[in-house]
């Protein structure tokens, strides 16, 4: 498999613009997670989703901030409009817990991270 | 989630053990202990995981002690490439809660 994919891996672009990021999760994973990483603020989890649902969006940061899922292997991040402070590595994840439970199937994949630079 | 505490650096010769310390005092019984490392401009990468038993893998050993209030992860034999900022996590696998409360982990820097 080739794991999460993300894209584009950088992006620069300036304040009030539009930005989508794009992510494909491992084919057979069902949970997909949104993270920011900002050197302030550390790695922090901004959505996830299950079988293609939001279950916490609690961590977005406010409403130019919106996630989607349409299918099982897509999903994406839009920020509208995009603010300097938005500049950040935005990972994505994906995860398939076992149906029998146990922690060994709970563990997340990463993506590479799509580097945002808002001028 | 349960906190945990790291150092927040040490360094490492290159083909020794390198031991990473973690205290996580207030895990309760049925949390886990999960170690993930990010290396420079990558994403966080799951190394190992343990519940009160010593585990080992490929990558790593994980020890547990027998209170669980700490725990500590072994890389037998660094290498340049265990260069990476290492994260301890207690969580409980598998409930309502998926979320990975990524701490600021401990910068390893292993030297030749």
């Known amino acids: 498999d080739a794991g999460v994919i993300q894209s584009p891996r950088h992006e620069v672009t300036e304040m009030g613009q539009e930005v989508t990021l794009r992510c494909k999760p491992i084919s057979g994973h069902d949970y997909l997670f949104w993270y920011r990483q900002t050197m302030m603020r550390g790695l922090e989890l901004l959505i996830y989703f299950n079988n293609n649902v939001p279950i916490d969006d609690s961590g977005m940061p406010e409403d130019r901030f919106s996630a989607k899922m349409p299918n099982a292997s897509f999903s994406t991040l839009k920020i509208q409009p995009s603010e300097p402070r938005d500049s950040a590595v935005y990972f994505c994840a994906s995860s398939r817990p076992g149906l029998a439970g146990g922690p060994s199937t709970d563990t997340q994949y990463f993506g590479p991270g799509t580097r945002l630079t808002v001028l | ?112």
């Not at chain 2, 340049?80 to 994260?87: C, E, F, K, N, S």
Request: hydrophobic letters at 30%.
């Open chain 2, 1 to 112: 989630d349960a906190k945990t505490t790291q150092p927040t650096s040490m360094d490492c010769a290159e083909g020794r053990a390198a031991n990473l310390p973690c205290n996580h005092s207030t895990i309760s019984g049925n949390e886990y202990v999960y170690w993930y490392r990010q290396i420079h401009s990558q994403g966080p990468q799951y190394i190992i995981h343990g519940l009160k038993n010593n585990e080992t893998n490929e990558m790593a050993s994980l020890i547990i002690t027998e209170d669980r209030k700490s725990s500590t992860l072994i890389l037998p034999h660094a290498t340049l490439r265990d260069t990476a900022v290492y994260y301890c996590i207690v969580r409980l696998p598998l409930s309502n809660d998926y979320k990975l409360s990524f701490g600021a982990g401990t910068t390893v820097t292993v030297r030749a």
